[in-house]
């Protein structure tokens, strides 16, 4: 075993095995010790996966479609059905793999300062945490099909009892919604899967890339499936619907693992399976993913504008944001895919922030209406300036993470050309607005004016827990708005690659 192997083994080993050690650590504030010094392990683990020492970090298309990426374990799984535990990963997968660990940890650390209330101890809350890890980290690493399916799936009951066990008020309707639109999807992911797998005869997705083995009618069918599963999980406008109850009644950290890594499930399971392993359903789908798309932008920004709870607005504001990553999946153009992976991270990274922050605010205030919370500048000018900060990165001002996605993914539509695609992006453009109206009114309802009762008694300091979690992200967004390369100088080989299967 090399040692890219071995640490492709460990990123998914250590935070399994941190899991079980949490459970069976007798004391409540160990459990949670244990269970950080877990995922910073995972963290140090995912980090030198990064680059192969050779030209196998990009993806290789010939006449066989094949995926070679920088590091891949290929074992035999269950042989009498030719199904292989194959992992690896490039630079498609390798920075989600890093937010997703780099969030976890910044969420399990969170635990040791403050354990949101709930009928659970932060121990328990900890070992769900890092077993969700184990979900999303196997979905970006797994190159089999059934694999993906398993791990996809792992995720689901772990985060039900994150929202049902430490959430609002309404936590039990809103972990049953989230369940219920989640199964949803799961089905079609398993009916998809199947189609796949019975037709090409194998779940290598290195060998199904590029639909290898797949006639156009199975494509079809196909990609409509798994796009329909995936735009569950992302969520893309109309399925959206359980992502508002889930957010708003999620504690703070599920909130933030919920809106950081885990939507990016979704959307990397597009362009990795639904847009790999069936390009002529993507070819054929994508006007109808393009009109979603937008739709989603402009729905999750006039909602924003009638918010007035501020977990929900930010809820609300994903729906818009993701909305981008899937309209430049949509076009198939380097440029748009390229929009849809930096979207991905910038969304993580700053929706992330924006929810410790908002968590923040309602355990100091006991509310989150935006009309109880006015004048927080005046009381916590840092806690403010925070939040400033987060949501102007958020509606895409220049030089932060925010901006690439965003403004790629309109520049991707109006170069796929046409009346349809131009139209998209106009209407992309004033979903962009927006999010500028929207962002900008919470701003003034938040932290102008007069403080409100609520507000006036919040103290002026910051928790060093607080800044420790607060600040890589703080720092992402300002490198990665800065230099836009650190993602994407390792995704255009792969992005390349894959759309030569278009060609």
């Known amino acids: ?59 290789h298309y010939g006449p066989m479609p094949a995926v070679l990426p920088w590091h891949e374990v290929d074992l035999p799984w269950v042989p009498g059905l030719d199904l292989r535990f194959h992992l690896g990963v490039d630079g498609i997968s390798w920075p989600l793999v890093v937010l997703t660990a780099l969030l976890t940890l910044l ?41 993906f399916f398993l791990f996809f799936e792992v995720v689901l009951l772990p985060m039900y009892a994150v929202i049902a066990g430490w959430g609002g008020d309404d936590r039990r309707r809103a972990a049953r919604k ?56 992302s969520p893309l406008w109309p399925l959206h619907s359980w992502l508002p109850d889930a957010h708003t009644q999620a504690p703070t950290v599920g909130s933030v693992i919920l809106a950081g890594v885990l ?36 729905v999750g920004g006039l909602v924003c504008l009638a918010q007035d709870e501020l977990k ?52 100091r205030t006991r509310t989150g209406a935006l009309a109880e919370l006015s004048g927080l500048r005046e009381t916590a000018p840092r806690l403010a300036g925070l939040l400033g900060f987060a949501a102007v990165a958020s509606l895409g001002l220049p030089g932060l993470a925010g901006f690439w996605g965003e403004a790629f993914a309109v520049v991707a539509a109006v170069r796929r050309g046409g009346g349809l695609w131009t139209t998209l992006a106009v209407l992309a453009a004033l979903g962009g607005a927006l999010a500028a109206a929207y962002l900008l009114r919470l701003l003034r309802r938040v932290t102008h004016g007069r403080p409100s009762p609520a507000v006036g008694r919040v103290a002026p300091g910051l928790a060093g827990a607080e800044l420790a979690a607060w600040a890589p992200l703080v720092l992402l967004a300002l490198a990665v708005g800065l230099a836009p390369t650190l993602v994407l100088s390792y995704a255009s080989g792969p992005v390349d690659a894959l759309l030569g299967v278009f060609r």
Request: proline share 2%; with cysteine.
């Open 178 to 233: 989230f369940v219920l639109y989640t199964l949803f999807g799961s089905v079609l992911l398993l009916v998809g899967v199947y189609v796949v797998v019975a037709a090409a005869g194998t779940a290598d997705l290195v060998t199904l890339t590029g639909g290898t083995g797949l006639s156009r009618g199975t494509q079809l069918a196909a990609f409509t499936l798994l796009a329909l599963a995936f735009a569950v999980k």
């Open 107 to 147: 969420c399990c650390g969170y635990t040791l300062w403050r354990v949101p209330e709930g009928g659970g101890s932060g121990r328990t809350l900890v070992a769900l945490l890092l077993v969700v890890e184990v979900g999303i980290l196997g979905t970006f690493l797994a190159l089999d099909l059934v694999l």
């Open 263 to 298: 939507l990016k499930m979704g959307t990397y399971g597009l362009i990795r399976v639904a847009v790999g392993v069936a390009p002529e359903g993507a070819r054929w789908a994508a006007p109808v993913l393009g009109v979603l798309a937008v739709a989603a932008i402009l």
């Open 1 to 59: 075993m090399t040692f890219g192997q071995f640490l492709l083994v460990a990123v998914l080993a250590v935070p399994a095995v941190g899991a079980v050690a949490v459970a069976a650590t007798p004391g409540d504030r160990a459990g949670r010790l244990v269970g950080t010094v877990a995922a910073a392990l995972a963290l140090l683990a995912a980090l030198p996966l990064v680059g192969g020492g050779d030209d196998r970090g990009w993806f």
């Open 312 to 363: 929900r607005l930010i809820a609300y504001s994903s729906v818009g944001h993701m909305g981008f990553v899937l309209l430049g999946v949509a076009t198939l153009t380097a440029t748009g895919l390229q929009a849809a992976l930096i979207g991905n991270i910038a969304h993580g990274v700053i929706t992330g922030l924006l929810f410790f922050l908002a968590g923040a605010i309602k355990d």
